[in-house]
């Protein structure tokens, strides 16, 4: 056996028993009513050609601080993007076998990756943990986030958005519900990392199809402060609201399909601290649907902190 293989085993024999054990639910809080959510406006600033060949199917995009990086969905790689815009590739090793890459989190030292699997009836799905060394990615722990009961995961439904807040993992399940209201509701998943417990809340989406698709986030004043990608084939929305131990005060929506060509897929989202935003979207949809690009809008004055 080798060596990968070797450490692929034990990587899935470690999630499996930390995963049945240690994580539990312990809220249920709702956030922002998509009625009277404030409609804000936004202005296509360029888009950007992510000319690499390993730049297919982008899933995920995170900020470190320095420079953007985004996950493609299938080959297994990690790519950097620095302040000109030249993109540099990181091979990754250690992803356990049938699992697609879907969202990206970051800080300076490490990458959180969460997955999805076409195994139908899953109750969790994993986050890999992943550390650069010796220029390659290497999975080098997992974490297990549970779905909300009784709700199971099937095919093409995993973590599909991931972000980070400080010592909080953010993470967005493609499973929904809908509330006795008739609200299309998702499950955001809140994990403090070093901790057992996963906050369950309950995001409103504001179309009769969407689901979100990306994520980013920030911590201010003890509340977490989330940006999502809302989209289905024909929307395209960012969603702004926030988590904390009380149902959201605030939801701000951003309406894409007036500024974008058509409504791309988008599937990452990066907002940094003036309020400049940073889309990537999925060109592999079946077969390549057209470029890789990044699309970046102007500075939202109300995303800016």
């Keep these: 056996m080798h060596s990968k293989e070797l450490r ?18 312990r809220t249920i809080v ?17 888009r950007t050609l992510l000319d690499h060949e ?14 953007r990086w985004l996950v493609p969905e299938t080959n297994g790689h990690l790519l950097r993007i620095d302040r000109n815009d030249k993109i540099e590739s990181f091979q990754l090793e250690g992803i356990p076998p049938d699992h697609d890459l879907e969202g990206l989190a970051c800080d300076a030292d490490r990458f959180y990756i969460s997955t ?5 009836g899953r109750t969790q799905d994993r ?44 993470a967005a399940g493609e499973i929904l519900r809908t509330n006795d209201a008739g609200v299309r509701q998702a499950p955001i998943l809140r994990h403090k990392l070093g901790e057992r ?17 990306g994520l980013d986030c920030r911590e201010r004043g003890g509340i977490i402060e989330v940006f999502a990608v809302e989209r289905h084939f024909e929307v395209g929305r960012i969603l702004q ?27 990452s989202i990066v907002v940094n601290e003036r309020g400049r935003v940073w889309l990537s979207n999925d060109n592999q949809y079946k077969t390549i649907t ?14 800016a902190h």
């Design 127 to 170: 986050v890999l943990i992943v550390e650069i060394i010796e220029g390659v990615g290497q999975v080098v722990d997992t974490l297990v986030l549970p779905y909300p009961a009784p709700m199971k995961a099937g095919v093409n439904q995993g973590l599909e958005g991931l972000c980070l807040a400080d010592d909080w993992l953010i």
């Design 197 to 213: 417990d996963t906050f369950l809340h309950w995001v409103n989406l504001t179309s009769r199809t969407g689901k979100i698709s």
């Design 54 to 67: 390993d730049a297919v199917g982008i899933s995920g995009s995170c900020w470190d601080g320095t420079s």
């Design 290 to 303: 057209g470029p890789s690009e990044e699309t970046v809008l102007e500075p939202i004055p109300a995303f």
């Design 8 to 25: 692929v085993l034990l990587i899935l024999a470690s999630t499996l028993t930390v995963g049945c054990s240690d994580q539990q639910q």
């Design 30 to 46: 709702s956030a922002g009513p998509p009625r009277g959510s404030l409609e804000l406006e936004a202005e296509l600033s360029y």
């Design 241 to 267: 609201f926030e988590l904390s131990d009380a149902p959201s005060k605030a939801q701000t929506v951003v309406e894409l399909s007036g500024i974008i060509r058509d409504t791309e897929n988008f599937e």
């Design 116 to 120: 999805e699997t076409d195994e139908v």
